[in-house]
Nanobody
Framework: QVQLVESGGGLVQAGDSLRLSCTAS????????MGWFRQAPGKEREFVAA????????FYADSLKGRFTISRDNAKNTAYLQMNTLKPEDTAVYYC???????????????????WGQGTQVTVSS
């Protein structure tokens, strides 16, 4: 089992950047696929990005490609989400998630992930 803690959220202006971190407990971080999801007020939670266990492959929501970058540092048990040129519509609670499945077929699906953090709020003002 793994526990996930997100950090790095906050209030920023449109056009600013933020980097979210997701730190995992335990010694087996490198065996988990990591994902980021977000939930805006009144909307369902949606996929943002995911990264395979080694970090060799990354996946993004089509609408976020080019602005968001997911990465991981297995030595630090941490996954990151770099968010650039933020827009007011990026305002949401951002969650990191983890699971131990190797395949990438369902990597964009919320139901795949077994472990979730508590979320960190990102608010982008116009």
């Amino acid at each position: 089992q793994v526990q996930l803690v997100e950090s790095g959220g906050g209030l920023v202006q449109a056009g600013d950047s933020l980097r979210l971190s997701c730190t995992a407990s335990g010694r087996t971080f490198s065996t988990y696929t990591m994902g980021w999801f977000r939930q805006a007020p009144g909307k369902e939670r949606e996929f943002v990005a995911a990264i395979t266990r080694s970090g060799a492959s990354t996946f993004y929501a089509d609408s976020l490609k080019g602005r968001f970058t997911i990465s991981r540092d297995n030595a630090k048990n941490t996954a990151y989400l770099q968010m650039n040129t933020l827009k007011p519509e990026d305002t949401a609670v951002y969650y990191c998630a983890a699971d131990r499945r190797f395949h990438t077929i369902t990597i964009t699906l919320e139901r795949r992930y077994d472990y979730w953090g508590q979320g960190t709020q990102v608010t982008v003002s116009s």
